[in-house]
């Protein structure tokens, strides 16, 4: 692996400040990423996440040194990545959007070779280790067949496998595990965590696939709208939403009692179902029975209730109000 920079051992291996990226003018500027500011300490593996257009990628291409920032700066172990972009590099493998940093008249034994000799590693030292990483790709069998003629998931995983093979201290993932089947995901998620675990690399990764975040991220970075909207470990992500949500239906006049239900135990979904009403409703840990009690008074016979787990996908969906409630911000996560 490539040493880091020298000097300043304290900073983290990425640091995004205060970036801010439009593109376009006047009144068909885009702002893609509005003031967002966070750290990936060094053997960390830290998730980015938000919806679609909620400036990950752009955020990833400039502490990338791919775009230049409106305002705003990235820097990769302290070096600004603007100002000394190939240096910066140097430090950093990056998989973005699938296939594109992949030479696609090689095979994928020489991509690796290349992407290792391009960080200074004699290939030949690497050989079993770079068969090792193309067949848990599940790409030995087309190891010496030129890129060109694969498919997309395949071309993808060639530029993963590429990106690996340069073994750099950091290293930048957008959306992994796109295209990949289950054992494939299983066996990359193994990979990303011994990355940091027994390599001590750094990793930051875009992703929509939560059980992949929850599996191998310590740390999540909740995009929304250019901003960052949480920034928290991801197991206290899932325990601030550690509440049980019940799916309930009950048949009988609910009257005034779903107004009071809605804002005592954010019900909602009310739907009308051939067993009775249904609706959802989040109860806080221990207050199950306050919850019967107040349908019960409500003089309605309840029919089911089935109990669900909040896990990190209703977390994120929540955070950033894409589940039909307000946003909740980090100030909340703070608490
Ligand atoms: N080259 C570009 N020109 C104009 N607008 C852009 C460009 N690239 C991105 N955008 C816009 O900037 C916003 C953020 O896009 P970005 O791709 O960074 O989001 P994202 O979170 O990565 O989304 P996704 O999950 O869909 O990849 C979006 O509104 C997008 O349409």
Redesign the pocket.
Known sequence: MTEPFEGGRADPAVAVRDLHKS??SGASA?T?VDGASFTVGRGEVVGLL?P???????TMKAALGLLVPTTGSCEVFGVDVHAETARAYRHVGAMLEGARNVYWRLTPRENCAFFASLQGIDPQTRREEHDRLLESLDLLDRADDAVNDFSRGMKGKVALAATLARETPVVFLDEPTLGLDVEATRDLRRRIRRLADEEGRTVLLSSHDMDTVQAVCDRAVV?NEGRVVADDPVEDLVGLFRTREYEVTVTGTLGETRAALASEFDAERFRETPDGIRFTAVVPEGGFYGFIDRLRAAEVEVVSVTTRDADLEDAFLRLTGEDGRPPTGTGVLAE
């Open positions: 593109y376009g885009v893609a938000g679609n257009g909620a400036g990950k990628t752009t995009m």
